[in-house]
Structure formats: structure tokens, C-alpha cells
């Protein structure tokens, strides 16, 4: 790095979907911006997601529709604004007799789902006749009473963050991966900025920080001075698998039987992606993989519904969610993000792929007021 003490306006740490979104936000804003990444862009929680850009049907369950709607909203913007990254897809979710959930039910969230998305023609869904059943790649039809279609889309969670980055860039963000945020001290309403890239450590200055670190959030916290305020939460595991075949061109959204929690089956580059999981995490972030109980529970539910089928793992890898502290089931909590505004810098944690541009645009109205805009 040439310059020692460049300064900028807003440095960014943390080069996943938040950290390269509010780059975009805030040089689109005309900020002079720096966003730094320690890995390569995208390579932690931005890449090992459910790749679903969808308002979030599950939510509605615990009765989130400020961020269904909001999610939503962004499906539909990333659909017509990003239709090389963001296609739409068909949902199946097969209904049993010993499934937790009625048809009635079912129903009465699609029609919400339909409802919150403003009536758009994606969010119409339809009732699936039973002489299509049996051509549903397979799924069991032992004790199937209904299912229901709907719509929502899919992305490549990695490309679509490397699409913020390289966005960012064009609008003048300086950009640097492989490179950490080693301290930073605050005196005078100014950051003193402490860098490393491999061997080489450089400085810079910043009137405010963004701390978009995921996972390493609060660890990034601890390299501050003088420290901001943390906010409580738990890292939640969640696993996912590819198997080598491609079981459906289309998706399924399946009820473990095990704890009836939300599984999804999705198409993945002509293979077959499963997940996810909710597993207490209290490691070091870079050490998350998937546990053997994970793996067994991801395979045990897709057999359960597609029985006269082999699956044979090629790829397997686990992220984090950053949650609030509870002591509720993970399933339960809150998916909404969480901005705190602390000694100068902002920290985001939490929130969704899908909502990554929402997000970004409050972080940078939030800097433009700390800077006077
Ligand atoms: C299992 C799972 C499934 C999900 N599925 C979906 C989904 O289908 N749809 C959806 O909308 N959302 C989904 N999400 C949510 C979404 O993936 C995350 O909210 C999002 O990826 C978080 O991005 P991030 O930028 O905050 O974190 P990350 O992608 O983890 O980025 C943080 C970055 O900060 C860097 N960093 C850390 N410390 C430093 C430092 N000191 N200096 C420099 N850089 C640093 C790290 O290297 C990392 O790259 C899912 C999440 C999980 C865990």
C-alpha cells in the first residue's frame, strides 16, 4: 500500500453482503470510502447461505412481516434490477398426515406471503392436484393429504456479494481484501486506523467506522479504542449439504420430522442443495464446520421424503447467524438486523442476504448524519 494516512470518510471492515452493500451505499452517496476484507470477498456467511432471495414464509410463524414485507420488496427489486444473479423458482411444500401444520394453515400463510408482496403475480400460489403428485420427482406419497406451489427466488449468494464489491469500486470505494483490521484508536473525533496485509501494516485515518464483520462483530468491537458498546448475541450454527444429482429442476420446502423445523431442497448448478441447521456455535468463526448429527439430520429428512432415492455428499460447509442472546429456540428469534451506533462506530448485526441493500442505505444515512450531511 503506497499511501501511509490516507484518510477517508467511512472505512468499512468486513467484505461479506453487508460490508460490500454499504460500500456501495455509501460511495454512491459520493463518501469517500474504504472497505476492507481480511479473507477474500464473501468467502464467510455470504457464501454458505440457503442462496434464497424470498420474503421468508417461516417468518410469518413467528410473526415477522415488517422484514417478510421488507424482503419481499427486495426479492422483487433484485428480480428486475439483477436477473443474471436472482432468477424465481417454484416452491413445492408437501403436506401429510403427520405433518405439524394443517393445509389450512399452509394456506392461510401463502395468502399472507401473496398479501405482503402487494398482490405481485409471483406471489400467487396454487394448490397442486393430487394426479400431479406422483410426478413430483419422487416425493413420498405414503400419508400425502395436499400440496401447495408458490413462487420465490434463488441467487449465488458469492457472485451476488462479489457484485456489491465490484459495484462499490466503480463507484470510487477503494477496496482491499487480504487485508485486516488490526486497531483502531479514536482521538479527536478521528480514527487512527491500524491495517495489516500479510507482512506489510499501514494506517490510515476515518471520521467513522462500519463494522460489517458477520460473525466476528464483537472480536473487531475489541480492537477499538475506546470500546464500544457490544450488543449480546449467539452465533447459530447452520449446516448445509450438496449431493451429486439434481432430485428437481424446482425447490422443496419440507418439515423435518424430527423437530418440524424447515428444510429446503433447491436445485444447485445441476446438483441437489439441503439445509439448513440451528446448532449453538461458541467456537472461533473460522472453525464452524458441519458436525456429524447435522449431517445425519439433513439426510435423515430428505430420505424420509424421498425414500427410493440414494444421496451421495460432494460438499458439505456450515455458517453463522448472528442472533439476538436468548435463551429461545434459534428457530424463534428474530431475523431482523441490528444497527448500534457505539463510540463512533456503527455495527451491523445479523440480518439477511435478501435485505442487504435496505440495510446498507440506513448505515449510510446513519453515517451522513454522524458526518453532518
Ligand atoms: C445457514 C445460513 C443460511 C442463510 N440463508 C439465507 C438465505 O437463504 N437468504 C438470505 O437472505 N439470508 C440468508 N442468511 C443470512 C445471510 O447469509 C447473512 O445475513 C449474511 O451473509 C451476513 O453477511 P455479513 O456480511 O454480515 O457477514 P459475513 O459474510 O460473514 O462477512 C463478514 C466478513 O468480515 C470479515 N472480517 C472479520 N473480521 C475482520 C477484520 N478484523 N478485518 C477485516 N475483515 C474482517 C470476514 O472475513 C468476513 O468476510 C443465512 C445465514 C446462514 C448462517
Known sequence: MENAHEHYQVIIIGGGIQGCATAEACARAGLSTLLIEKNTWGWATSSRSSKLIHGGLRYLQTAQFRLVRECLGERDWMLANLPDLVERNWFYIPIYRTSHYRRWQIRAGLMLYYLLSGFQSIGRFRSVPRSEWSSL?????????????????????????????????????????????????????????????GDETSRMTADILVNAAGPWVNQVLRRVEPAPEP???????????????????????????????????????????????????????????????????????????????????????????????????????????????????????????????????????????????
Not at 405414503?142 to 408458490?150: D, E, I, N, S
Not at 487485508?179 to 484508536?185: C, G, K
Request: proline share 3%; charged share 20%; aromatic share 8%.
Open 231 to 373: 450488543v449480546a448475541v449467539d452465533l447459530v450454527q447452520g449446516a448445509h449439504i450438496v449431493i451429486d444429482e439434481q432430485v428437481s429442476q424446482e425447490c422443496f420446502y419440507l418439515e423435518a420430522p424430527q423437530d418440524h423445523r424447515a428444510v429446503f431442497v433447491l436445485p444447485w448448478h445441476g446438483k441437489t442443495l439441503i439445509g439448513t441447521t440451528e446448532t449453538a456455535f461458541d467456537g472461533e468463526p473460522e472453525n464452524c464446520v458441519p458436525l456429524p448429527s447435522e449431517i445425519t439430520y439433513l439426510l435423515d429428512t430428505v430420505t424420509h421424503y424421498f425414500p427410493d432415492r440414494a444421496f451421495n455428499i460432494v460438499e458439505q460447509w456450515a455458517g453463522l447467524r448472528v442472533l439476538p442472546r436468548s435463551h429461545q429456540r434459534a428457530f424463534v428469534r428474530s431475523r431482523e438486523v441490528m444497527i448500534s451506533d457505539s463510540a463512533g462506530v456503527l455495527s451491523i448485526y445479523g440480518g439477511k442476504l435478501t435485505a442487504c441493500r435496505v440495510t446498507a442505505a440506513t448505515v449510510c444515512r446513519r453515517v451522513q448524519s454522524h458526518l453532518g450531511l
Open 137 to 197: 420427482s419422487g416425493i413420498s406419497q405414503q400419508g400425502l393429504q395436499a400440496v401447495f406451489a408458490y413462487q420465490d427466488a434463488q441467487t449465488d449468494d458469492l457472485e451476488l456479494t462479489r457484485r456489491f464489491q465490484q459495484q462499490a469500486a466503480s463507484h470510487g470505494a477503494r477496496c482491499l481484501d487480504h487485508t485486516e483490521l488490526s486497531r483502531a484508536v479514536r482521538h479527536n473525533g478521528r480514527f487512527d486506523v491500524s491495517l495489516q496485509s
